[in-house]
Nanobody, 122 residues
Framework: VQLQASGGGLVQAGGSLRLSCAASGRTFASYVVGWFRQAPGNERRFVAAISRSGINADYADSVKGRFTISRDNARNTVYLQMNSLKFEDTAVYYC????????????????WGQGTQVTVSS
């Protein structure tokens, strides 16, 4: 599966952005999809993940209550709605997918998008 992340940009603190992860290739509904982010000088860290059906989702503590992950399997797309953005949310955001049901470790994902920059001004 090939992944393409988009939707990043520059936003003021308190604002919102919606990221998209569009997939092509094999059956998208067979993949767990996660979002990770990487700030300069930091490792890539888990943000959110969603089950194959879209029924189940989980989030890093730092984004719970502010971010929402969703998916539309008919459109082969996963979304990350980001509200109440903070300066510390600034990072490159990556979507990733895998057929295995391991959500939280970046090493468990075999397929990655190219990343989209999110910059939050304080």
């Amino acid at each position: 599966v090939q992944l393409q992340a988009s939707g990043g940009g520059l936003v003021q603190a308190g604002g919102s952005l919606r990221l998209s992860c569009a997939a092509s290739g094999r059956t998208f509904a067979s993949y767990v999809v996660g979002w990770f982010r990487q700030a300069p000088g930091n490792e890539r860290r888990f943000v959110a993940a969603i089950s194959r059906s879209g029924i189940n989702a989980d989030y890093a503590d730092s984004v719970k209550g502010r971010f929402t992950i969703s998916r539309d399997n008919a459109r082969n797309t996963v979304y990350l709605q980001m509200n109440s953005l903070k300066f510390e949310d600034t990072a490159v955001y990556y979507c990733a997918a895998d057929t295995r049901n391991n959500w939280y470790r970046k090493e468990e994902y075999n397929y990655w998008g190219q990343g989209t920059q999110v910059t939050v001004s304080s």
